[in-house]
């Protein structure tokens, strides 16, 4: 499984923008890229996914750099019910199905 | 609402007893996993079913298993539970064709 590298934690301001780094150098050129965010006593719930181009959602915007070996998670106005640990995913197109987590990162969002 | 019920919430149980864990998935959701979340730590696959048949199973022992029924929910069985067994235990379902899954809030078992 294709791992990914997060700093364990972040902190920011609410209604400032958060970007949330993930390096994944080993990346091969089937896997997307998937983030997954933890609020406290929840279970994950997915953020936003992308192979090659910046994606755009309601919740979030994913930047993805060209060579892929890294991307962020753009949060553009942060409030406190982003609080959560924020996991980003190696997910390879029409292999196994599971998701491989890390530790992610906790994002700590100051009123 | 997630679409993704989990029962019960919390539970407590002795070392050596078995326990079952259950999950109502989304109508149409034909892929369920199971995984488990120590405390700190992110959530570990446990095993995955698709169309009742399994699909994918993670490092766990054979104690560990799972039932996945026709309309949507299923199950996940531990036999002689150990201490190390006491987790955050989740059921995530997806639709085959779609890229995200739906998690539960998950069970919260404690082995004493």
């Known amino acids: 499984d294709a791992k990914t590298t997060q700093p364990n934690s972040m902190e920011s301001n609410e209604e400032e923008p958060v970007h949330l780094p993930c390096n994944h150098s080993t990346i091969s050129g089937t896997d997307y890229i998937h983030w997954y965010r933890q609020l406290p006593s929840q279970g994950p719930e997915y953020v936003i996914h992308g192979l090659t181009s910046n994606v755009n959602n309601r919740m979030a915007s994913l930047a993805i750099a060209e060579d892929r070996k890294s991307s962020t998670l753009i949060l553009h106005r942060a409030t406190l019910r982003d609080a959560a640990v924020y996991y980003c995913i190696l997910r390879a197109q029409g292999g196994s199905e599971k998701l491989v987590f890390g530790k992610g990162t906790k994002l700590t969002v100051n009123p | 609402e997630t679409g993704v019920t989990q029962s019960p919430t919390h539970l407590i149980k002795t070392r050596g007893q078995q326990v079952t864990l259950r999950c109502s998935s989304q109508?149409?959701?034909?892929?369920v996993s199971w995984y488990q979340q120590a405390l700190g730590q992110g959530p570990q696959f446990i095993f995955q079913y698709y169309r009742e048949e399994e699909n994918g199973r993670g490092n766990f022992p054979p104690r560990f298993s799972g039932l996945q029924f026709p309309n949507y929910s299923s199950e996940l069985n531990v036999n002689a539970l150990e201490l190390d067994d006491s987790a955050l235990y989740l059921c995530a379902s997806s639709h085959r064709v779609t890229y995200g899954y739906t998690f539960g809030s998950g069970t919260r078992l404690t082995v004493v």
């Open positions: 109508s149409g959701h034909n892929t």
